[in-house]
Structure formats: structure tokens, C-alpha cells
């Protein structure tokens, strides 16, 4: 994608214009009598469908214009943006977000990175008429055996015949066409190759449906399989080249590791915004009150554990445009521990609603279905487990990065409102890095934190700060250790390192965002007390005899959460007003 010099602020706008727009159009979640609202979404959940008033605003707004290029009709320039378009769909639905958008977004991205120029074209119009998409990624070792199975090809002719079963596909009975993956069968070697198809109408010969699956969460998207036995394919249905699909994949699960957990963030905040609705509704001699310090400390992490989440998902996104080399890294980091922190923030604002966080209708209801909705994002074979194997293999390459300086590294990485973009460069996800930007430039950053006059805040981040660099140190000891020994079992002391890692990444993402902030002084973000419970929140996970973070600067975060709650605006840095 190429965008147009001084097109990104004009882009910008626009972006928070359908923002805007989308959020005015849904209404008040709260609200009963909205159509839109919680009740109808829950009564859509409880018949496991997608709820029809909802599909037909996506329709009016052109969603699925936010996922084609520009340069083909569409309006996708920056994933970034794309992502905040999509949390305020997740904010209300997770099934409607997958099963509406993700979803087909998962296949075309594919498209994008590797389609030949017809196959974008028409892959463009399916999608900008309204059509959807299915794929079918190939398993990985260690992967979910709820999604295990796949296809094989053998030659015939001058095309291929296709044979396999995949058991749970999301849309795939709504799809207009499919992304398969097939590996070459029996002896024949080479790798996968990658096919685009148009979904069969059923009887075709060598085509069968599989039932619909029930699942605990997601339960408006429709899971089922499909089953080809002899199935011809030709030639001009192979997306990229023979055996190029682990290419492919190469280059698409990096923008999809990044943007869908972005994406689902707006479930999260869902199910806090929950939690303090139900804390507000108690009086002061209640446990649920927020007279509590139980539950001023369950909702004031849990916007600390948004705010982390979205920093490292920012600048991994942003990355994906400015340093996609260091892309791949940064996006598994982000697929591995934003499921992982979400899911259990969840839980811990389950102990503030009690009983009702297990309520199927009135006005917490929907907090269980963000509780059920949450873990079922993160599998998949780029979900979390996929993505811990690949921070592994990250940790190999890492005492071999050296640190860049800091021109290398743009502001704009770390920008929420940041400037122009360059378009996305899929080619350049697949080459090697020889830098570690942000743990690069931690140490400036440090030095930043370090130097700052200010109040008891400022002190503490940069105490802060300080014992991330320590930790930091002691992690690039460890992985030179385990290179170096040949004993035991390594895989299991690199799955301990890579949580380490993907939290110091999280740190560094936080310092950095703070760093350069680009807004008005008085802003929320322009001040410490975030990056300091943030740090707090990261540090206590690495060692827990770390220091509790000031009393003010919880009591900041407290104040930032309620008015926002009261100002109905989003828990993210961007805190954009919804439903209004």
C-alpha cells in the first residue's frame, strides 16, 4: 500500500470520523430500549446466532471496507486504525466482531500478502459487495486439538485434487470463498501450498458440510467443517507459487497476531466497564462497593492491565509499518500475553461481581458472556501456544541483535495519534533483523525517566524504570546460559524465558509511549501515574517482592476510571466517547 505525502492526517480524521460515527450509530449498550443494547445482544448469544440488527448496521457502515487496501476501493491504510475500528464491534459482541469481520479479514489478509493482482481484485469486490470469507491455516505442531485436521492435494492433470476434513471453521457456511491450506500427499514432499477457492454449494460432488459445532463462547459464530474427497481444483485457484504457503503464512500471521487481539480489547473493556457499573450500584457497607480496597484494587488493575495491553499491541501494530522486520517477534509477543493478562483480569473482576458474574440475564449479564467470549479469541494456530513456540525461536536469535540508535527507532512507533505511515510491507515480515528496538532503547529510555524533576510519581517510575533494566539483564544472562548448556530440557526453560521476555517487551512498550507522547502536557497520558502502575502491574509479575506503586498513583488511576465511566468513554489510551 503506498499512501499519498500529507494523506495520514487527512486519513486520521477520517478514521475518527467512522469511529465516531459507528459508536453514535450503535447507541447505549446500558440502555434497554436500544435495539442495539446488551438485552438484545445476550437474547442473540443465548440462540447462538449473530443478532440481525447488528448485521445490518455493518452492512450500512461498509465494514468490510476497512479491511481492503486502498489501492483497491477500500479503506484500509493503517492496521492500527483498523483495529480501533473493530474494538468498538468487539466492545459489544465477540461473536459478531469474529464471525462479522475477523474472521474474513484472517483470509484476505492472506490475499493481501501474496494473491496474485487478479486474485486481490476480485478478493476486493467479494468483500466490498458484502461477501465473507473462511480460511482453513494448517495446524502447527503443539497446536489446539480442538482445530486439528487439514487437507492434502496430489496432482491431476493440469490441476489438483483436494482430500481432507477440517472439523471447526468459523464461517465457513456463510463464506463466499475459502483459503485453504493442503500439504502434498504422501511421499510427494515440498511443502503446503495455499488455494482460494468459492465455497462449493452443497451436493457439489467431493464437497460435504460438517455439522455446526457448539461452542462455550463465540456462540453466535457458526463453527462447522467441510469434508473434500476428490475435490478438483485448477491451477489458476493456487494463491502464490506450489508448496509457498509456509511463505505466505509468513507473512500474514504476523498483521493477524497483531491486529486480533487489538481488536479484542474492546471486549475486555466491556467487561470492566461492567465491573464498575455493578461497584458504583453498591453502597459504602457493601464488599462490592468502591469503599473497598478489594475492589478499588480489582478495577484500578484491571484498567492498568488495558492500558498495558494497548501499549504493546500499539507499538507492535505500528511496528508492522515502520519496522517489519521486527514485526514477527512483536506480534507473538502481543498474541501471547495479551490472552493471557485479559483473561485474567477477567477473572479477578469476577471476585467484585460475586455471584453475578455468572448472571444469563439483567445488567451484569453480559460481563459472564465477555468471560466466555475472551478465552475462545486466543486459540487457533496463531493463538497463544503457536505464538510462545515462536518467541522461543526469538530467543535463539536475541543475544546476536544489537541495539539501534535511537534515529533508527521513529517516535511515531509509540504514537497513539501518530503521523504518517508507510503502507504495510508483507515481503519485509519474512527477512531477518539484526535489531531489538525497543529493548535497544530501553536504556535511553531509562536515562529519560532518570533524569525527570518532578514529585513522588516521577521518582517512582524511574525506580520503576531501573528495576526493568535490572530485569532486563538478568533475561539477557539467562538466554546466553541457555544457549550455552546442553543438558536438560531446553524448550522448557525457553518457555519460561519467553513469558519474561513478552513482559519486559510490555515494560519497554509502556516507557516508550509515555516518552514520546505527542499530546497536550495535561493529558492523561502525559503524566506518570499510568506508566507507573503499568510498571508496578509488569514488575510484580517478574518478581513479587517488588515495591507497591504510590498511593497517588492509584488514586489517580482511580479518578481517570470513574470519569471516564461517567463520561462513557473507552479504556484504552485512546478513551474514545462510545454509545452516544
Not at 127 to 136: D, N, P
Not at 249 to 266: D, E, K, Q, T, W
Request: charge should be neutral; proline fraction near 7%.
Amino acid at each position: 500500500m503506498s499512501v499519498a505525502a500529507g494523506g495520514a492526517d487527512l486519513d486520521g480524521a477520517a478514521v475518527e470520523e467512522r469511529i465516531a460515527r459507528l459508536e453514535h450509530d450503535w447507541g447505549d449498550l446500558d440502555d434497554p430500549g436500544n435495539p442495539l443494547g446488551a438485552q438484545q445482544f445476550m437474547a442473540a448469544d443465548a440462540e447462538r446466532r449473530l443478532l440481525p440488527a447488528a448485521e445490518r448496521l455493518l452492512d450500512d457502515f461498509r465494514l468490510n471496507a476497512e479491511f481492503v487496501p486502498r489501492e483497491l476501493g477500500g479503506r484500509l491504510l493503517r492496521l492500527d486504525a483498523l483495529a480501533r475500528v473493530m474494538r468498538s464491534v468487539f466492545r459489544r459482541d465477540a461473536s459478531l466482531g469474529l464471525g462479522y469481520g475477523m474472521s474474513t479479514y484472517m483470509a484476505a489478509a492472506v490475499v493481501w500478502a501474496g494473491g496474485s493482482a487478479g486474485q486481490r481484485r476480485d478478493t476486493a469486490e467479494l468483500l466490498l459487495s458484502g461477501g465473507r470469507m473462511a480460511c482453513a491455516y494448517p495446524e502447527p505442531a503443539g497446536g489446539n486439538d480442538f482445530l486439528q485436521n487439514g487437507f492434502t492435494t496430489a496432482p491431476h492433470g493440469d490441476g489438483f485434487l483436494l482430500d481432507g476434513r477440517k472439523e471447526a471453521l468459523n464461517n465457513a457456511s456463510r463464506a463466499a470463498s475459502l483459503l485453504l491450506f493442503a500439504h502434498p500427499r504422501g511421499d510427494a514432499g515440498g511443502g503446503p501450498s495455499a488455494f482460494l477457492i468459492g465455497t462449493p454449494e452443497p451436493g457439489t460432488p467431493g464437497y460435504r458440510p460438517l455439522p455446526r459445532r457448539s461452542t462455550v463462547g463465540l456462540r453466535g459464530c457458526l463453527v462447522n467443517g467441510l469434508e473434500f474427497t476428490g475435490y478438483p481444483l485448477t491451477a489458476d485457484q493456487l494463491l502464490g507459487p506450489p508448496h509457498g504457503a509456509a511463505e505466505l503464512a509468513a507473512r500474514a500471521f504476523p498483521v493477524i497476531r497483531c491486529v486480533g487481539p487489538s481488536m479484542a480489547l474492546g471486549c475486555a473493556d466491556t467487561a470492566l466497564r461492567t465491573a464498575v457499573a455493578f461497584a458504583r450500584s453498591h453502597r459504602s457497607r457493601s464488599r462490592a462497593s468502591l469503599h473497598t480496597p478489594r475492589t478499588r484494587a480489582a478495577l484500578i488493575d484491571a484498567f492498568t492491565d488495558l492500558l498495558l495491553c494497548d501499549a504493546l499491541a500499539l507499538v507492535a501494530t505500528r511496528a508492522l509499518h515502520l519496522l517489519p522486520r521486527e514485526g514477527p517477534a512483536l506480534s507473538a509477543v502481543v498474541k501471547y500475553l495479551l490472552p493471557t493478562v485479559l483473561n485474567e483480569m477477567v477473572y479477578d473482576l469476577s471476585i467484585v461481581l460475586g455471584s453475578e458474574s455468572y448472571a444469563s440475564r439483567g445488567p451484569y449479564a453480559v460481563f459472564q458472556k465477555a468471560a466466555r467470549d475472551l478465552p475462545m479469541i486466543g486459540l487457533g494456530p496463531v493463538g497463544s501456544t503457536a505464538s510462545r513456540a515462536a518467541i522461543v525461536t526469538h530467543l535463539g536469535r536475541l543475544p546476536r541483535l544489537r541495539a539501534p540508535g535511537d534515529e533508527e527507532v521513529p517516535a511515531a512507533l509509540f504514537q497513539p495519534f501518530g503521523p504518517e505511515l508507510p503502507g504495510p510491507r508483507p515481503e519485509e515480515l519474512t527477512r531477518p533483523t539484526d535489531v531489538d528496538s525497543l529493548l535497544g532503547t530501553l536504556e535511553s529510555t531509562l536515562w529519560q525517566a532518570s533524569a525527570a524533576d518532578g514529585g513522588e510519581l516521577e521518582k517512582a517510575l524511574a525506580g520503576y524504570a531501573t528495576a526493568l533494566d535490572a530485569e532486563l539483564a538478568r533475561f539477557r544472562r539467562a538466554c546466553a546460559d541457555l544457549a550455552n548448556r546442553r543438558d536438560g530440557s531446553p524448550e522448557v526453560r525457553g518457555y519460561a524465558l519467553a513469558e519474561r521476555y513478552a513482559l519486559i517487551v510490555a515494560g519497554a512498550a509502556c516507557l516508550g509511549v509515555r516518552r514520546h507522547h505527542s499530546g497536550s502536557p495535561d493529558d492523561f497520558l502525559a503524566g506518570p501515574a499510568w506508566a507507573v502502575m503499568v510498571l508496578s502491574r509488569i514488575l510484580r509479575r517478574l518478581d513479587p517482592g517488588t515495591p507497591e506503586p504510590p498511593r497517588l498513583g492509584e488514586e489517580r488511576l482511580l479518578a481517570e476510571l470513574l470519569h471516564r465511566f461517567d463520561d462513557a468513554r473507552s479504556y484504552d489510551l485512546y478513551a474514545t466517547l462510545i454509545g452516544r
